[in-house]
């Protein structure tokens, strides 16, 4: 197969381009050259910008391409309107955060959020799953019947820029008592980016369009059941002290941020952000490889220094989540209430 990847050489495009170079596919990369440029020897590099740079993709032919850099609709629909001849697929990596609220699970029948002014352009907080909404519609306007678009789930693994996941790792290798956001029985949902691209190239190689939740497990996962994988892969002693939601928010910790995959139960828009309906993904043949299989993996990918994250990545670790001191203040705190 010949592959255009729009990225690719940071978290899921890479290991899009890696899952692919291991098949014996083909593949094209398109960015503007700015980080981890000498990755893929003997790989196509074409650069530009996705914002008004797109001549490197004129006058080519691929039978799909992947778009795991796309944020604004007018970007993505000027890259679906250049490829609409060029390409077979226009593979979107959207996300679960198109949807309107989480008062309940939703499938991709469920209302997309919706912006105020749909010309805004900045995609953070609330505006990015909006945005993310209307990117999809763009690329579907483009290349009608022709669109995958991947609303993904939280994506883990190596390589993962966030520190969201990789919080978990760490910390619980670190052992000792360990602050767990209660109730430990909350369901958790993430896919690991190498599971997630494995799926998107079987789905490219049945030109297999529409819209998918992707995230998993196919099971329920708990936050009791993550956190023993965590501890099973590490091998660590650490000690899981589930602490009680109010006494976290009354303390002003940060959901999702300071702790990351925590999201309170009295979160009423957003209860069941980690519990979607992915029946349509898992039908398609989305599969996921044991959860201690990725926190083992990441947390090696972690000892190692974490190559091949750039210096400027956002949201890392150490600049949201809780420190070990403020970790220790309150699980001491809670130890004294109880």
Known sequence: MKLLVLGGTKFLGRHVVETALARGDEVTIFTRGLHNADLYEGVEKLRGDRDGGLDALRGRRWDAVVDTSGYLPRVVRASAELLADAVEL????????????????????????????????????????????????????????????????????????????????????????????????????????????????????????????????????????????????????????WVGEQFL?????????????????????????????????????????PVAETARDTLAWQRAGSPGVADDAPNSVESHTLAPERERELLDEWRDRQ
């Open 90 to 241: 226009y593979v979107f990596i959207s996300s679960m955060s198109v949807y309107a609220d989480f008062r309940r699970p939703n499938d991709e029948d469920s209302p997309t959020a919706k912006l105020a002014d749909e010309s805004a352009e900045e995609a953070t907080g609330e505006a990015y799953g909006a945005l993310k909404a209307l990117c999809e519609r763009a690329a579907e306007s483009a290349l009608p019947g022709r669109v995958l678009n991947v609303r993904a789930g939280l994506i883990v693994g190596p390589y993962d820029p966030t520190g969201r996941f990789t919080y978990w790792t760490g910390r619980v290798a670190r052992g000792g008592e360990v602050l767990a956001p209660a109730p430990r029985e909350r369901q958790i949902q993430f896919v690991d980016a190498r599971d997630l691209a494995e799926w998107m190239l079987r789905m490219i190689d049945a030109r297999r369009a529409g819209v998918f939740n992707a995230a998993g497990p196919d099971y329920v996962l708990t936050m009791e059941g993550f956190l023993e994988a965590c501890r099973d892969a590490c091998g660590s002693g650490a000690r899981f002290t």
């Open 249 to 289: 928010l009354d303390r002003g910790v940060e959901p999702w941020g300071n702790l990351p995959l925590w999201i309170p139960e009295s979160s009423e828009h957003q209860r069941y952000f980690l519990a979607e309906n992915c029946e349509r993904a898992f039908a398609a043949g989305l599969t996921f490889r």
